[in-house]
Structures are given as C-alpha cells and as structure tokens.
C-alpha cells in the first residue's frame, strides 16, 4: 500500500499523465478522484492519499465503481503490475505475498495461493522480462495460459 502511495505521489509531483486515465487526474481513479477531480499539479497528491488511505482504488477497479470506467477496470491488473514490478517479482520468487494476493483479486482469479504457486513455477521464464516493458504482459500471459485459474479479468 505504501508503494502504491509513492507511486501516486511521485507520478502526481512529476506531472505525469496516466495513459488509462479517463476523466481522473494522475493518481488515477478512486474516491480522491470523485473528491478532487482532474485538475492538474499537488492536488492529486491529495487524490492519491485519499485512494490510498480509503482503498477505494483497488475497490473501484475490480468493481467498476468510484469513477474507474470499464477501461480502468481491464487495464488494472497491468497498471498494478507496472507499478508493483519489483516487490511482484519477489513475491513471485517466494510463491506468496501481499502483491500476488492484490494481483490475483485486481485480474479476478478465483484462488490467489493457485495463482502465487502457478507464478512461482512461471518465475524463471517470466524474470529475463523484468527490466522491459514485456513484464507485465509476460505475467498476464502466465494467468491467461493457466485456465484453472480462472482469471476473468486479464483479457
């Protein structure tokens, strides 16, 4: 959670624009962009810590509410992934964790420990991919290939 508050944070000070953002400043949909809306600059500070503090983030991705467009809802297990990169990747060399449980509920799979091992086993193959843009689309791929997963929401 911390991370994801950083991130937010450092993406709204940077002035950075969210490629899947429709209607919601930088830090992304959520309750802080109900609150604070889409203007530009500190403010999605604000945005980004309300989102956090609330995780009403997470919620309104998987569920399609607090102002994240069904756009948001498909591209939010690669958004999380992008910027969980590298504590997903230690997670997935331990076969659990904290990023794997958020990944499992963001991409809509039925068993995160299902998913922890499957990624796991799936670590060697997907970790040359770790320093590209293809991380995130090689861990997608990894819970799209496994249909006992049950991933609805990886595309």
């Known amino acids: 959670m911390r991370k994801l508050l950083t991130f937010g944070t450092l993406l709204a000070l940077l002035g950075g624009t969210n490629a899947y953002a429709a209607g919601y400043g930088s830090a992304g949909c959520g309750l802080g962009s109900m609150v604070f809306g889409n203007k530009p600059g500190i403010v999605q500070i604000f ?7 609330f995780a009403s983030q997470t919620f309104g991705i998987t569920s399609g509410t607090s102002n994240c467009s069904e756009s948001a809802v498909a591209a939010g297990p690669k958004v999380f992934i992008e910027a969980n990169k590298e504590a997903l990747a ?15 509920a963001l991409a809509g799979c039925k068993d995160s420990a299902l998913v922890a091992s499957h990624l796991q086993r799936s670590f060697q193959s997907i970790a040359p991919t770790m320093q590209t843009n293809a991380f995130s689309e090689s861990v997608l791929q990894a819970l799209r290939n496994d249909k006992s997963l049950s991933c609805s929401k990886v595309g």
């Not at 945005?47 to 503090?53: R, Y």
């Open 47 to 53: 945005a980004a810590t309300t989102n956090a503090t």
């Open 90 to 104: 230690k997670d997935m060399s331990r076969g659990s964790g904290e990023t794997i449980q958020n990944l499992s």
